[in-house]
């Protein structure tokens, strides 16, 4: 069973940033894609960016693109979600999420098919 752990989140200033960590309790060899989703309460969760550990690809929601970053370090089994110029918008419960089947593609509107799922770390933006 594939466990996550997010960490990094906080409160922060409108303009400044965090970086957001996902530890895995497996090999990313073993993992086909992972992303990293964000909810505020009353509305849907949302993919925020996603990438293929083993290949590094990447994709990212028009909101975040160019200020948000989603990387990974394989040797230590860790995601991260660099986050500049933070908005008051970006305040959320930010999750992180993967998966391990191929045939469900990678993708962040498909957040059904990410099996495995962190606590949530929180993000508050204040301007």
Known sequence: ???????G???????GSLRLSCA??????????????????GKEREGVATIKPNRGSTDYDYSVKGRFTISRDNAKNTLYLQMNSLKSEDTALYYCAAHTNRWYGCDMRSAGRFVYWGQGTQVTVSS
């Not at 069973?1 to 960490?7: I, M």
């Not at 895995?24 to 309460?41: D, K």
């Open 1 to 7: 069973q594939l466990q996550l752990v997010e960490s």
């Open 24 to 41: 895995a309790s497996a090999l990313f060899t073993n993992i086909y894609c992972m992303g990293w989703f964000r909810q505020v309460p």
């Open 9 to 15: 989140g906080g409160s922060v200033e409108a303009g």
